[in-house]
Protein backbone atom coordinates (compact mmCIF):
# COMPACT_ATOMS: atom_id res chain seq x y z
CA UNK A 1 0.00 0.00 0.00
CA UNK A 2 1.83 3.54 -0.80
CA UNK A 3 1.71 5.74 1.58
CA UNK A 4 -1.10 9.03 1.23
CA UNK A 5 0.61 12.16 0.21
CA UNK A 6 -0.79 15.62 0.48
CA UNK A 7 -1.84 16.80 -2.98
CA UNK A 8 0.06 19.49 -4.90
CA UNK A 9 -1.08 22.77 -4.32
CA UNK A 10 -3.48 23.69 -7.62
CA UNK A 11 -0.72 26.66 -8.14
CA UNK A 12 1.85 24.53 -8.31
CA UNK A 13 1.18 23.37 -11.95
CA UNK A 14 0.38 25.95 -14.53
CA UNK A 15 -1.85 24.70 -17.35
CA UNK A 16 -1.37 25.96 -20.75
CA UNK A 17 -2.84 29.12 -21.50
CA UNK A 18 -5.96 29.59 -23.22
CA UNK A 19 -7.41 25.73 -22.06
CA UNK A 20 -10.67 24.99 -21.70
CA UNK A 21 -12.48 22.36 -19.69
CA UNK A 22 -15.80 21.39 -20.68
CA UNK A 23 -18.24 18.92 -18.54
CA UNK A 24 -19.65 15.92 -20.82
CA UNK A 25 -22.70 14.44 -19.71
CA UNK A 26 -22.93 11.57 -22.20
CA UNK A 27 -20.40 10.90 -25.02
CA UNK A 28 -22.69 8.44 -26.83
CA UNK A 29 -23.02 10.45 -30.48
CA UNK A 30 -20.56 12.88 -29.71
CA UNK A 31 -16.79 13.45 -31.86
CA UNK A 32 -15.01 12.73 -28.51
CA UNK A 33 -15.37 8.75 -29.20
CA UNK A 34 -12.86 9.42 -31.73
CA UNK A 35 -10.39 11.09 -29.95
CA UNK A 36 -10.73 8.84 -26.83
CA UNK A 37 -10.16 5.74 -29.42
CA UNK A 38 -6.81 7.44 -30.72
CA UNK A 39 -5.61 7.68 -26.97
CA UNK A 40 -6.60 4.12 -26.32
CA UNK A 41 -4.48 3.28 -29.26
CA UNK A 42 -1.62 5.34 -28.32
CA UNK A 43 -1.41 4.21 -24.63
CA UNK A 44 -1.82 0.19 -26.48
CA UNK A 45 1.35 0.97 -28.69
CA UNK A 46 3.19 2.28 -25.49
CA UNK A 47 2.73 -1.01 -23.81
CA UNK A 48 0.62 1.14 -21.27
CA UNK A 49 -3.05 -0.48 -21.41
CA UNK A 50 -3.27 -4.38 -20.16
CA UNK A 51 -6.30 -5.02 -22.75
CA UNK A 52 -6.89 -4.61 -26.41
CA UNK A 53 -10.06 -3.53 -26.14
CA UNK A 54 -10.56 0.02 -25.11
CA UNK A 55 -13.46 1.16 -22.65
CA UNK A 56 -15.55 3.47 -24.75
CA UNK A 57 -19.12 3.18 -23.15
CA UNK A 58 -21.75 5.19 -24.62
CA UNK A 59 -22.83 6.40 -21.55
CA UNK A 60 -19.87 7.39 -20.11
CA UNK A 61 -19.02 11.48 -18.69
CA UNK A 62 -15.88 12.97 -19.51
CA UNK A 63 -14.26 15.99 -18.67
CA UNK A 64 -12.48 17.43 -21.34
CA UNK A 65 -9.86 20.04 -22.04
CA UNK A 66 -9.70 21.93 -25.15
CA UNK A 67 -6.46 24.29 -26.45
CA UNK A 68 -7.95 26.30 -29.87
CA UNK A 69 -11.29 23.77 -30.12
CA UNK A 70 -9.08 20.78 -30.43
CA UNK A 71 -9.22 18.04 -27.56
CA UNK A 72 -5.65 17.70 -26.05
CA UNK A 73 -6.74 15.89 -22.95
CA UNK A 74 -10.19 13.71 -21.58
CA UNK A 75 -10.97 11.91 -18.18
CA UNK A 76 -13.75 9.35 -19.09
CA UNK A 77 -15.60 8.04 -16.20
CA UNK A 78 -18.66 6.02 -15.00
CA UNK A 79 -21.12 7.36 -12.91
CA UNK A 80 -21.81 4.50 -9.89
CA UNK A 81 -25.27 5.58 -8.09
CA UNK A 82 -25.26 2.74 -6.07
CA UNK A 83 -21.49 2.70 -4.70
CA UNK A 84 -21.91 6.52 -4.48
CA UNK A 85 -18.50 6.70 -6.74
CA UNK A 86 -16.79 7.79 -10.30
CA UNK A 87 -15.13 4.96 -12.05
CA UNK A 88 -11.76 6.36 -14.43
CA UNK A 89 -11.74 4.61 -17.67
CA UNK A 90 -9.33 6.37 -19.62
CA UNK A 91 -7.50 9.06 -18.47
CA UNK A 92 -5.23 10.48 -21.67
CA UNK A 93 -3.39 13.67 -22.76
CA UNK A 94 -1.72 13.73 -26.25
CA UNK A 95 1.79 13.80 -25.91
CA UNK A 96 3.05 17.20 -26.96
CA UNK A 97 0.48 18.74 -23.79
CA UNK A 98 2.25 16.30 -21.24
CA UNK A 99 4.23 17.73 -18.26
CA UNK A 100 1.63 20.79 -18.94
CA UNK A 101 -0.64 20.82 -16.13
CA UNK A 102 -3.27 19.30 -18.80
CA UNK A 103 -3.90 16.38 -16.67
CA UNK A 104 -3.89 18.31 -13.25
CA UNK A 105 -6.51 20.72 -14.31
CA UNK A 106 -8.70 17.68 -15.94
CA UNK A 107 -8.27 16.00 -12.32
CA UNK A 108 -9.15 19.22 -10.79
CA UNK A 109 -12.61 19.28 -12.74
CA UNK A 110 -13.35 15.79 -12.07
CA UNK A 111 -12.86 16.30 -8.14
CA UNK A 112 -15.32 19.41 -8.15
CA UNK A 113 -18.06 17.77 -10.43
CA UNK A 114 -17.63 14.90 -8.03
CA UNK A 115 -18.20 16.58 -4.75
CA UNK A 116 -21.35 18.54 -6.66
CA UNK A 117 -23.01 14.95 -7.32
CA UNK A 118 -22.20 14.11 -4.13
CA UNK A 119 -19.96 11.06 -4.36
CA UNK A 120 -17.82 9.20 -2.02
CA UNK A 121 -14.45 8.67 -4.43
CA UNK A 122 -13.56 8.77 -7.27
CA UNK A 123 -11.77 4.48 -8.39
CA UNK A 124 -9.38 4.10 -11.56
CA UNK A 125 -6.69 1.89 -12.22
CA UNK A 126 -3.59 2.41 -14.66
CA UNK A 127 -1.24 -0.82 -16.56
CA UNK A 128 1.58 -1.32 -13.72
CA UNK A 129 4.04 0.06 -16.11
CA UNK A 130 2.56 3.25 -16.52
CA UNK A 131 4.63 4.48 -14.10
CA UNK A 132 4.26 8.33 -15.51
CA UNK A 133 0.40 8.56 -14.65
CA UNK A 134 1.02 6.15 -10.77
CA UNK A 135 3.59 9.21 -10.14
CA UNK A 136 0.91 12.10 -11.64
CA UNK A 137 -1.73 10.05 -9.45
CA UNK A 138 0.37 10.21 -5.79
CA UNK A 139 1.25 13.69 -6.63
CA UNK A 140 -2.64 14.33 -7.22
CA UNK A 141 -3.23 13.00 -3.67
CA UNK A 142 -4.68 9.36 -5.41
CA UNK A 143 -3.58 5.83 -3.28
CA UNK A 144 -2.47 2.94 -4.82
CA UNK A 145 -4.54 0.08 -2.65
CA UNK A 146 -5.23 -2.77 -4.91
CA UNK A 147 -3.70 -5.18 -7.39
CA UNK A 148 -5.86 -6.44 -10.19
CA UNK A 149 -5.11 -9.69 -11.25
CA UNK A 150 -6.14 -11.25 -14.52
CA UNK A 151 -5.79 -14.42 -16.29
CA UNK A 152 -6.06 -14.85 -20.03
CA UNK A 153 -7.94 -17.41 -21.59
Not at 46 to 57: R, S
Request: charge should be negative.
Amino acid sequence: MTEHKEPMPLDAVRAPTGMEIEHVDHMGGTSLIGFVAEGWVDLLRAGLVADTVPLIYWDDRAVVAYDAGRPIGIITYAKADWLQCANIHLGYVVPEHRGHGVYRALWEALVAKCRELKLREINGSTHVDNTAMRSVAARLGRVEHSINLVFKL
